[in-house]
């Protein structure tokens, strides 16, 4: 088991820059791949960013060149660097772990989710 609790979410306007925060306790972090995701209203799940244990990144092409995602295996944290935000990045956003090393872009595939962080976008 891994529990996941995300921060960092909140209004800013667009154009500014924030970062969310992704702590993890449980199993050994490094076991798992880890992903940050977004839910809008009324649209599925989708995946934002991903690494797996090894360092391998994937981004939404929506997000590439303005997001990026890190992990600190020591700190059992990932983090989800987002700037020049746009009000089409409100969302709530979840961190999520999958036990391996495969990233996925499919929520299903992932194992374990936090309980999301309010990210909204005024223009």
């Known amino acids: 088991q891994v529990q996941l609790v995300e921060s960092g979410g909140r209004l800013v306007q667009a154009g500014d820059s924030l970062r969310l925060s992704c702590a993890a306790s449980?199993?050994?972090?490094?076991?798992?791949?880890m992903g940050w995701f977004r839910q809008a209203p009324g649209k599925e799940r989708e995946l934002v960013a991903a690494?797996?244990?090894?360092?391998?990144?994937v981004y939404a092409d929506s997000v590439k060149g303005r997001f990026t995602i890190s992990r600190d295996n020591a700190k059992n944290a990932v983090d989800l660097q987002m700037n020049s935000l746009k009000p089409d990045d409100t969302a709530v956003y979840y961190c999520?772990?999958?036990?391996?090393?495969?990233?996925?872009?499919?929520?299903?595939?992932?194992?374990?989710w936090g309980q999301g962080t309010q990210v909204t976008v005024s223009s």
């Open positions: 690494s797996s244990n090894g360092g391998n990144t």
């Open positions: 999520a772990a999958r036990n391996g090393a495969t990233i996925y872009y499919a929520s299903a595939r992932y194992d374990y």
């Open positions: 449980g199993r050994t972090f490094t076991y798992y791949a």
